[in-house]
C-alpha cells in the first residue's frame, strides 16, 4: 500500500494535535510544513521531524513531494489556500470553519471536482466513535422532536482583548468569532442528523472588533424545532440533548460528543458512550484518508453537501447579526 504523504499548512495548537493523530492512521506520513516564515517553519519541522519546509505556498502545491494537505490557517485563507491545492492535485482536508462564506464554499467544491482530488472539513465532533453511537441509536427515542446544543466556553484570547489587544480570534478580517469558531460544533451534528432547516432566527452579542462574542440561534424543521447557545466570553457546563417522542439522548461537550446517554421515557438510563484510547483527531483523518483510498466519491459529495449547509446557516445567522467580514465583500 502506498502511503499518502501529508503536509501542513499552519504551525499552532491545532497543528499540533493533528500530528499526533496522523501518526496512528496507517499508511500516512508527514512530509512537509508550510509556515510564512522560515524560522517558525524550521522550528516546527525539527520539532516533528518534518523533513520539508515550504515558505511559498506556490512551491508547495507544484511539490511532487505531496499527495495531500491538512489547512489550519485562519478562516478567511481557507478557500484561496485550497483551491491553490487542489488546482495542483493535491487532495485538502481544511479545517473548520471550512470558509468565509458560501459562494467560498461552492468555489471549493467545484475545484475538487474539476481536479478529481478529495476535499472534506475537518471538523472532529462528527466523525468521533461516539457520534456514530448517536445515528445508530437514534430510532431508540422514537420521533424527534427537539434538539438542544450548548457550547460555552470563555476564550483565553478575551482576556487579551478585554485589555486592548485583538488577537486572531476576534477578528473579522480573518473570518473569526464565536459562531464559526465554536458555535459550528453544535451546527454540525444537527444537519448531519436532521439536514437543511427551514428556517433560522439569529440573535447574538457583536463585539467592537466586529465579530460576536456569544449567540443564540434557532431553527425549524417540519416536524421538530432545535435551539444552540454558543459563547467565547463565558463558560456553560450545560449539556446537549436530543429529544424524541420515546426517550432522549443526552451530549457531553458536544464538540467532543465526550459522553453519550440514552433516557429512555420508560426505562432507566443507559450509558452508550464508547471509551475514546486515540486522539479525537485521529477519526476525522482516518475518514479522509479511508475516502480516498476507497475513491468514494458518494462519501465526499454528502459530506460537503453538509459542510456547504453549515456554511450557509452561519452566514445567515451572521446576516442577522450584523457581522460582516471583508472577504463577503470578495464573492
Known amino acids: 500500500m502506498k502511503k499518502i504523504r501529508f503536509a501542513i499548512v499552519g504551525t499552532n495548537i491545532i497543528t499540533d494535535r493533528f500530528i499526533e493523530g496522523l501518526k496512528k492512521v496507517e499508511g500516512t506520513e508527514l512530509v512537509a ?40 490557517s485562519p478562516n478567511a485563507l481557507h478557500a484561496k489556500q485550497a483551491i491553490l491545492l487542489m488546482d ?8 473548520k470553519a471550512f470558509a ?6 461552492d468555489a471549493m467544491i467545484q475545484a475538487a471536482k474539476k481536479n478529481q482530488v478529495f476535499l472534506m472539513e475537518a471538523i472532529k465532533n462528527v466523525h468521533v466513535p461516539n457520534f ?16 438542544v446544543a450548548s457550547f460555552c466556553q470563555y476564550s483565553s484570547r478575551y482576556d487579551a482583548y478585554r485589555s486592548g489587544d485583538v488577537l486572531n480570534a476576534f477578528r473579522p478580517e480573518l473570518s473569526n468569532g464565536a459562531l464559526v469558531d465554536i458555535g459550528v460544533y453544535c451546527i454540525a451534528p444537527m444537519v448531519r442528523l436532521f439536514g437543511k432547516p427551514e428556517y433560522i432566527q439569529a440573535t ?27 459563547s467565547k466570553i463565558s463558560n456553560s457546563n450545560l449539556p446537549s440533548e436530543i429529544q424524541g417522542e420515546e426517550g432522549t439522548i443526552c451530549i457531553e461537550k458536544i464538540s467532543q ?5 440514552l433516557y429512555p421515557r420508560k426505562g432507566e438510563k443507559v450509558d452508550l458512550s464508547q471509551q475514546d484510547t486515540i486522539d479525537n483527531l485521529y477519526d ?21 453537501e453538509e459542510s456547504r449547509i453549515v ?8 446576516k442577522q447579526m450584523g457581522i460582516h467580514y471583508p472577504a463577503d465583500e470578495l464573492v
Request: net charge negative; hydrophobic share 35%; glycine share 6%.
Open 88 to 95: 495542483h492535485g493535491k487532495h485538502v482536508i481544511c479545517e
Open 132 to 147: 456514530k453511537i448517536i445515528e445508530e441509536n437514534l430510532k431508540k427515542i422514537g420521533t424527534v422532536r427537539k434538539y
Open 284 to 304: 476525522e483523518i482516518q475518514d479522509f484518508v479511508d475516502m480516498i483510498r476507497t475513491n468514494n466519491i458518494q462519501q465526499q459529495d454528502k459530506w460537503l
Open 204 to 230: 447574538g452579542f457583536k463585539l467592537e472588533s466586529g465579530v460576536d462574542g456569544e449567540g443564540n440561534i434557532n431553527f425549524t424543521y417540519p416536524t421538530m424545532s432545535a435551539t444552540i447557545q454558543y
Open 33 to 72: 510544513v508550510y509556515s510564512r516564515t522560515v524560522d517558525r517553519g524550521t522550528d516546527f519541522a525539527t520539532m516533528y521531524q518534518i523533513p520539508h519546509v515550504f515558505t511559498d505556498l506556490e512551491e508547495m502545491a507544484q511539490s511532487p513531494l505531496i499527495d495531500a494537505v491538512y489547512i489550519a
Open 100 to 105: 468565509s462564506n458560501v459562494k467560498e464554499v
Open 257 to 261: 460528543c465526550q459522553k453519550v446517554s
Open 311 to 318: 456554511v450557509e446557516i452561519m452566514e445567515e445567522a451572521r
